[in-house]
C-alpha cells in the first residue's frame, strides 16, 4: 500500500472542489472496498478526501418522495422504519448484503460505488481491461463462474456486487448528484453502465459528481415483495443469481409488477419483458415459467457460468412464489 495524503471535508462543495483540483485524489467513505483495492495495488490515489462527515445521512419522506442520503449507512437503512414500512424490498436487499460488521460501515454512495469482485480485477498480474483498458480480459476465457450472461462485451463479463442497487433498480429509484456544473438527478437504471468498448467506466458520473442522495417514488410494494439471493454460502457471500420482486396485487392479479436481478450483469439487472407479461394475470406457477422464460431471452454463458443459465429462471420463479404466497 502506498502513502497518501489525507483530508477531511465537511461539505458538499468542498468534497466536489478537492477532487476537481486533483487527478490523483479519490473521495474515501466506509473504506469496505477502497481499502482492499489500496491494499492489492489495485488502485493508488495520492490523495483520500474523507466523506464521511458531510451532512449526507438523512432518511426522510416528504410529499411525494422519499429521500435517502449518500452517506447513511447500509444498517441504518435497512432497520430505518419508514424504510421497512414502504419500502420492504429496499431493507431485505440491504439484509442479503455483505455481514453486518460491513453494513455498520458501508455507505449507501458508497455501495454504489463499489467495484466489481471479479479475482483477475484484483490479482494485479493478470490482464483486465477494467483495471488496466488494452490488456485483456482474464476471465472471458478463465474462471468465470460468477461471471455475467446478460450485457457483457468481449472487453469484459464482470457483475456488478451490489444487492442493494437491484432492489433500488427494481423501485425506480434516482441518483441525485452534484458537481463542478451543479446538481442533476440520474434515473438509477442508467447510473450503472454495461461494459462495452469502456469496462474501466462502471457508471455515468462524471468526474467531479458525487452522489448526495438516492430518491425513491410514492409506490404500492408494501407486502408482495421478495429478495431472493443465491449463492455459495448463507452469509458474507455474492450472489451467483439474486431476484428481487415487487408486485402490487389487486382482487387475485398481479396489477404492477416490477422485477430485477444481481449477479448476473455489469449492472442491476431489469427485466421489464418478464414484468409486462405478468401485469394483470393471477399469480401461478406456470405463468411464472413463461415470465422466466422470457426473462431469460438473449442471456449467454461463458464456460464456468453457464449454470446461471439454468439457476437463473429457477430463481425468478421461486422469487414470485415466495413474493406471491402473502397474497
Ligand atoms: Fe477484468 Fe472485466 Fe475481464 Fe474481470 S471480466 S478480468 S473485471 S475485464
Known amino acids: 500500500m502506498i502513502n497518501f495524503d489525507y483530508l477531511r471535508v465537511t461539505t458538499p462543495k468542498a468534497a466536489v472542489d478537492a477532487i476537481v483540483t486533483n487527478r490523483n485524489a479519490q473521495w474515501i467513505a466506509g473504506g469496505t472496498n477502497l481499502i482492499d483495492l489500496m491494499k492489492k495495488g489495485v488502485v493508488e490515489p495520492q490523495k ?5 462527515n458531510l451532512p449526507l445521512k438523512e432518511i426522510k419522506k416528504t410529499s411525494n418522495k422519499f429521500s435517502i442520503g449518500a452517506m447513511a449507512l447500509n444498517s441504518d437503512v435497512a432497520d430505518n422504519e419508514l424504510v421497512q414500512k414502504e419500502y420492504p424490498l429496499l431493507s431485505l436487499a440491504l439484509k442479503a448484503g455483505a455481514s453486518q460488521q460491513l453494513r455498520n460501515m458501508a455507505t449507501v454512495g458508497g455501495n454504489m460505488m463499489q467495484r ?14 477494467k483495471r488496466q ?31 442493494m442497487c437491484v432492489a433500488l433498480v427494481t423501485l425506480d429509484a434516482t441518483v441525485v448528484v452534484t458537481g463542478p456544473k451543479g446538481e442533476r438527478r440520474i434515473p438509477f437504471q442508467d447510473f450503472h453502465r454495461l461494459p462495452g468498448e469502456l469496462p474501466q467506466k462502471d457508471n455515468t458520473l462524471e468526474r467531479g459528481e ?7 417514488p410514492d409506490q404500492p410494494f408494501k407486502k408482495n415483495v421478495h429478495y431472493l439471493k443465491i449463492r455459495d454460502r448463507s452469509s458474507y457471500a455474492f450472489a451467483l443469481v439474486s431476484v428481487a420482486v415487487a408486485i402490487d396485487m389487486q382482487n387475485g392479479k398481479m396489477n404492477q409488477v416490477r422485477l430485477g436481478m444481481g449477479g ?6 431489469r427485466l421489464k419483458e418478464a414484468e409486462n407479461f405478468l401485469t394483470g394475470k393471477a399469480p401461478s406457477e406456470p405463468v411464472f415459467r413463461e415470465a422466466a422464460k422470457l426473462a431469460m431471452r438473449g442471456a449467454k ?16 420463479v421461486e422469487a414470485l412464489i415466495k413474493a406471491t404466497a402473502t397474497s
Do not use: Q
Open 116 to 129: 466489481t469482485r471479479c479475482p483477475y480485477f484484483y490479482n494485479i498480474d493478470m490482464p483486465c481491461n
Open 210 to 216: 458525487l452522489i448526495t442522495a438516492v430518491e425513491l
Open 264 to 269: 448476473v450483469a455489469h449492472k442491476p439487472w
Open 48 to 52: 483520500l478526501v474523507d466523506i464521511t
Open 301 to 316: 454463458g461463458y464456460g464456468h457460468n453457464n449454470f446461471k443459465l439454468k439457476l437463473g429462471p429457477n430463481t425468478i
Open 133 to 163: 483498458p488494452g490488456s485483456g480480459c482474464g476471465a472471458l476465457k478463465g474462471f468465470n463462474r460468477m461471471h455475467a450472461i446478460f450485457g457483457a462485451s468481449d472487453k469484459c463479463i464482470a457483475v456488478h456486487p451490489s444487492d
